[in-house]
C-alpha cells in the first residue's frame, strides 16, 4: 500500500481537469479558456533562441541565471518604472512564476504561518502555500468588485498572518488596482508587518490605467517579492522563464532552494529573454492594442447579451456573471460547450466568489472571438 | 490611422454595433463618421476576397502580373500613360514602382490568351510603352492579409488556467 503525502491527498484536484478531457474530446470547439497568449512568440525572440543552441550554450548558467539578463531586467525595471534592484542579489531567474510562487511560499512560511489570498485568484496560490505548509485565509473579493477591500483586509489581519498576495492586472477577474487603493493596502501592510508576494505578470496588459508595481510604493519595496516573466507580455509561455526581485535576504533564501530543486531556469529561454528584454517592446505594444480591441469587443457583447461584466482593466480575461441564467458555472460551461462548441471555464476554478462567473479569455483571434460570441447569444436564447 | 478604419480594414462587413463596441462609440457616431469616410473617399469600396479554387462551378480567373516600361512625359510623368493602361476593365491593379519597370499592371481574364491578347494589343503598341514582362500567377498563398493556405495551427492546449 503506497501511502502519498497527507498534504498533498488533501489539495484538491485542479477545478478544470474534467472540464479539459470533456472540451478534448469534442470538434470544432472554439476555446475561450485558454490561459495564455494566441501571438506567436515574436521571430526575433525565437531567433535569439536558436541561435543561443547553434552557438552551442547548452549547459547550465548561474543557478541566479545568467548575469547578462539579470542585468538587463534591473536595467529595464529601473528606467520605466524606477525600480532599483541589485543584479547580484536582488534578483532571481526562475522556470515562470510558478516556480517562483513555489520558491517564495517555501522561503518564507513556517508550520502555523497564515497566507492571506484574495479570491477568485489564479489556481496556484492556494495549493502552493497549503503544500508550505501554511494556514490560508481566503477573502472573496466579489462584493468588492474584485478589488481587496482594506477593511476586509484589516477585519482578517490576525497575529498569525505573515504573507498576502496580490495579483493584479487579475487571472481570472482582468481587475488591477489604481494608486489610491494600492497605498490604503500599503498603509495596512506596513502597519502589521505583513510581506507581499505581488505577481504582476499581466503587468504590460494594462489598458487605461498606468501599471504602478507594488514595490514602487514607499516603504513596500523591502517586504515585497515582485513576480514578472515573458510567459504573457511576449507570449513565451513554453519557453518557462520568468523572474522574481526582492530583498537580498527573501531572494537569497529562495535561491537556496532553486539551486536544489531547478539548478538554473532553461538555458535556451534566459537567451530569449534576454532578447525580449532588450527588444521586446515593439512586439508587446502591438499586442497590447490587438488585445484592447477584443477585449471592448467582449465587454460590449457580454454587457449587451445580459451577462453583467466589468471592464477589464488588464490581463485578458472577461469574468461574467451568468447569474440570470440560473445555472451553476460548471452546468452553464458544459452546456454552452456541448451545445455551441464554445469553452469557456467556471469561476469556481478560482476559489471564493466565482460561483455564479465564468471565465473568458480573449486570447483568441479577433474573428474566433466574434463567432464566439454569437454562439453564446444562441446560447442564451435557447436557454 | 484611425481605429475605425483599422477595423474596417480587417473586416469591412462589421455589423455597426459592434464597431461601436469596440470603439466605445454610439453607432450613431460610428455611422456619422463612416459616412464622412466614404463621402471624402478614405474608403474607396467594399470587397470580398474569394477563393475561386473552392468553387467548382465559377470559371477560373488568369492573373497576369505585367511589369510595364514606358517613358515619362514632360507634362504629366507617368500619370497619363499609367491612365490608358488601368482605365481597361480588364486591369484590376495599377501601380507605379521604383526599380526594373515603371508600372506594375495586375490584369485579369478567364483565359491566358485573353492577357495575351490584351498585351499584345492594347498594352505593347502604346506610343511610350517600350517593354513588358508578364507574369501568371500560379497559386494564391495569402491575400490582403487573409490565408488561402489553412494558417500554422494553434498548439496550445484548449483549457489552460
Ligand atoms: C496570474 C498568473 N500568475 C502566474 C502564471 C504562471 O506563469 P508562468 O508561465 O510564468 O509560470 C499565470 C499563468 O496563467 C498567471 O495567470
Known amino acids: 500500500m503506497i501511502e502519498l503525502s497527507r498534504t498533498v491527498e488533501s489539495l484538491a484536484p485542479s477545478g478544470i481537469r474534467d472540464f479539459f478531457d470533456l472540451v478534448m474530446s469534442m470538434d470544432d470547439v472554439?476555446?475561450?479558456?485558454?490561459?495564455?497568449?494566441?501571438?506567436?512568440?515574436p521571430w526575433h525572440i525565437r531567433e535569439a533562441a536558436i541561435k543561443s543552441i547553434e552557438d552551442g550554450y547548452t549547459n547550465y548558467t548561474s543557478n541566479?541565471?545568467?548575469?547578462?539578463?539579470?542585468?538587463?531586467?534591473?536595467?529595464?525595471?529601473?528606467?520605466?518604472?524606477?525600480?532599483?534592484?541589485?543584479?547580484?542579489?536582488?534578483?532571481?531567474?526562475?522556470?515562470?512564476?510558478?516556480?517562483?510562487?513555489?520558491?517564495?511560499?517555501?522561503?518564507?512560511?513556517?508550520?502555523?504561518?497564515?497566507?492571506?489570498?484574495?479570491?477568485?485568484?489564479?489556481?496556484?496560490?492556494?495549493?502552493?502555500?497549503?503544500?508550505?505548509?501554511?494556514?490560508?485565509?481566503?477573502?472573496?473579493?466579489?462584493?468588492?468588485?474584485?478589488?481587496?477591500?482594506?477593511?476586509?483586509?484589516?477585519?482578517?489581519?490576525?497575529?498569525?498572518?505573515?504573507?498576502?498576495?496580490?495579483?493584479y492586472p487579475s487571472n481570472p477577474t482582468g481587475t488591477t488596482y489604481?494608486?489610491?487603493?494600492?497605498?490604503?493596502?500599503?498603509?495596512?501592510?506596513?502597519?502589521?508587518?505583513?510581506?507581499?508576494?505581488?505577481?504582476?505578470i499581466y503587468s504590460h496588459l494594462?489598458?487605461?490605467?498606468?501599471?504602478?508595481?507594488?514595490?514602487?510604493?514607499?516603504?513596500?519595496?523591502?517586504?515585497?517579492?515582485?513576480?514578472?516573466g515573458f510567459?504573457?507580455?511576449?507570449?513565451?509561455?513554453?519557453?518557462?522563464?520568468?523572474?522574481?526581485?526582492?530583498?537580498?535576504?527573501?531572494?537569497?533564501?529562495?535561491?537556496?532552494?532553486?539551486?536544489?530543486?531547478?539548478?538554473?531556469?532553461?538555458?535556451?529561454?534566459?537567451?530569449?529573454?534576454?532578447?525580449?528584454?532588450?527588444?521586446?517592446?515593439?512586439?508587446?505594444?502591438?499586442?497590447?492594442?490587438?488585445?484592447?480591441?477584443?477585449?471592448?469587443?467582449v465587454h460590449e457583447k457580454l454587457n449587451r447579451l445580459g451577462l453583467d461584466c466589468p471592464l477589464p482593466d488588464g490581463a485578458f480575461y472577461a469574468f461574467p456573471s451568468i447569474k440570470k441564467t440560473g445555472l451553476d458555472p460548471t452546468t452553464f460551461c458544459k452546456k454552452l460547450l456541448t451545445q455551441q462548441q464554445v469553452a469557456a471555464v467556471p469561476g469556481t476554478a478560482f476559489g471564493p466568489g466565482g460561483e455564479e462567473?465564468?471565465?473568458?479569455?480573449?486570447?483568441?483571434?479577433?474573428?474566433?472571438?466574434?463567432?464566439?460570441?454569437?454562439?453564446?447569444?444562441?446560447?442564451?436564447?435557447?436557454? | 490611422m484611425d481605429r475605425l478604419l483599422e477595423l474596417l480594414e480587417d473586416n469591412g462587413r462589421m455589423p455597426l454595433n459592434e464597431l461601436a463596441g469596440a470603439l466605445e462609440m454610439s453607432e450613431s457616431e460610428v455611422?456619422?463618421?463612416?459616412?464622412?469616410?466614404?463621402?471624402?473617399?478614405?474608403?474607396?469600396?467594399?470587397?470580398?476576397?474569394?477563393?475561386?479554387?473552392?468553387?467548382?462551378?465559377?470559371?477560373?480567373?488568369?492573373?497576369?502580373?505585367?511589369?510595364?516600361n514606358i517613358s515619362p512625359q514632360p507634362d504629366t510623368g507617368f500619370d497619363q500613360i499609367a491612365r490608358e493602361i488601368y482605365d481597361h476593365p480588364e486591369v484590376r491593379s495599377c501601380y507605379l514602382c521604383s526599380g526594373d519597370y515603371d508600372l506594375l499592371v495586375w490584369v485579369e481574364a478567364s483565359t491566358l490568351n485573353e492577357i495575351a491578347e490584351f498585351v499584345a494589343?492594347?498594352?505593347?503598341?502604346?506610343?511610350?510603352?517600350?517593354?513588358?514582362?508578364?507574369?501568371?500567377?500560379?497559386?494564391?498563398?495569402?491575400e490582403g492579409g487573409l490565408y488561402f493556405e489553412p494558417p500554422t495551427s494553434d498548439h496550445r492546449l484548449s483549457i489552460s488556467p
Open chain 1, 30 to 41: 472554439i476555446s475561450l479558456g485558454v490561459g495564455e497568449p494566441d501571438f506567436a512568440t
Open chain 1, 64 to 167: 541566479k541565471g545568467m548575469p547578462e539578463l539579470r542585468k538587463a531586467i534591473c536595467t529595464h525595471l529601473d528606467k520605466v518604472h524606477q525600480l532599483n534592484y541589485d543584479y547580484e542579489e536582488e534578483i532571481l531567474i526562475t522556470t515562470g512564476v510558478s516556480e517562483g510562487m513555489d520558491l517564495a511560499m517555501r522561503a518564507l512560511i513556517n508550520p502555523g504561518d497564515e497566507v492571506i489570498i484574495p479570491t477568485p485568484c489564479y489556481v496556484s496560490y492556494y495549493p502552493t502555500a497549503k503544500m508550505a505548509g501554511a494556514r490560508v485565509k481566503l477573502l472573496n473579493t466579489e462584493p468588492d468588485q474584485f478589488k481587496l477591500n482594506p477593511e476586509k483586509l484589516a477585519d482578517a489581519i490576525s497575529p498569525a498572518s505573515k504573507i498576502v498576495v496580490l495579483n
Open chain 1, 178 to 200: 489604481d494608486k489610491s487603493l494600492l497605498e490604503q493596502l500599503a498603509e495596512l501592510i506596513i502597519k502589521h508587518d505583513l510581506i507581499v508576494i505581488s505577481d504582476e
Open chain 1, 206 to 228: 494594462t489598458y487605461d490605467l498606468q501599471h504602478i508595481p507594488l514595490p514602487t510604493l514607499p516603504e513596500l519595496r523591502e517586504r515585497t517579492i515582485f513576480f514578472n
Open chain 1, 231 to 297: 510567459s504573457k507580455s511576449c507570449a513565451m509561455t513554453g519557453l518557462r522563464i520568468a523572474y522574481a526581485t526582492g530583498p537580498e535576504k527573501i531572494i537569497g533564501a529562495m535561491t537556496k532552494i532553486h539551486q536544489y530543486t531547478m539548478l538554473c531556469a532553461p538555458t535556451t529561454s534566459q537567451f530569449a529573454a534576454i532578447e525580449a528584454t532588450n527588444h521586446g517592446a515593439d512586439a508587446i505594444a502591438s499586442m497590447k492594442k490587438e488585445y484592447k480591441r477584443r477585449r471592448n469587443l
Open chain 1, 357 to 383: 462567473r465564468i471565465r473568458i479569455s480573449y486570447a483568441t483571434d479577433f474573428q474566433q472571438l466574434r463567432e464566439a460570441l454569437k454562439r453564446i447569444e444562441l446560447f442564451l436564447q435557447s436557454l
Open chain 2, 31 to 68: 455611422a456619422k463618421k463612416l459616412e464622412k469616410f466614404e463621402r471624402e473617399g478614405v474608403i474607396k469600396g467594399y470587397k470580398t476576397v474569394i477563393d475561386r479554387t473552392k468553387l467548382d462551378d465559377a470559371p477560373q480567373s488568369i492573373i497576369g502580373l505585367i511589369e510595364v
Open chain 2, 121 to 142: 494589343r492594347e498594352l505593347a503598341p502604346l506610343k511610350n510603352v517600350h517593354k513588358t514582362e508578364s507574369h501568371f500567377m500560379l497559386k494564391i498563398y495569402k
